[in-house]
């Protein structure tokens, strides 16, 4: 059995993926203090930002975020296949996929403002 699971840096690496995209400057900078809390050095979130990891499941763990995070589910199915020949568990991969749903939910939502009536 598989001792990956989604910890904190995986969870992380998501979020950067999914949030950051590559941006630069990055949306939050204060996710990178929370990334040297668990231990990622800069080279780490750099890579997180663009989808990628130095750890091989990681990076499986992220390609199959972006995936389902896209929506399209043309490749989801060949992208859990890879994950889980890579060795992150069935249970985990829709551990990812979920969060990876809700983040891209949370992400493409616009800014939860109320609306304002206004006389006058």
Avoid: Q
Avoid at 54 to 79: I, K, P
């Amino acid at each position: 059995m598989s001792s990956f699971t989604l910890d904190g840096r995986v969870r992380l690496s998501i979020v950067l993926a999914l949030v950051d995209n590559g941006r630069d400057p990055p949306a939050s900078p204060g996710r990178e203090a929370e990334a040297r809390g668990l231990g990622m050095c800069g080279a780490e979130v750099d890579a997180a930002r663009r989808g990628r990891s130095f750890d091989v499941r990681t990076s499986r763990a992220l390609a199959l975020a972006l995936e389902a995070a896209s929506r399209d589910g043309g490749r989801l199915h060949e992208e859990r296949a890879r994950a889980v020949w890579s060795g992150i568990p069935a249970e985990v991969c829709r551990e990812i996929e979920s969060l990876a749903e809700e983040v891209a939910g949370y992400v493409a939502a616009p800014d939860a403002e109320p609306a304002v009536a206004r006389d006058g």
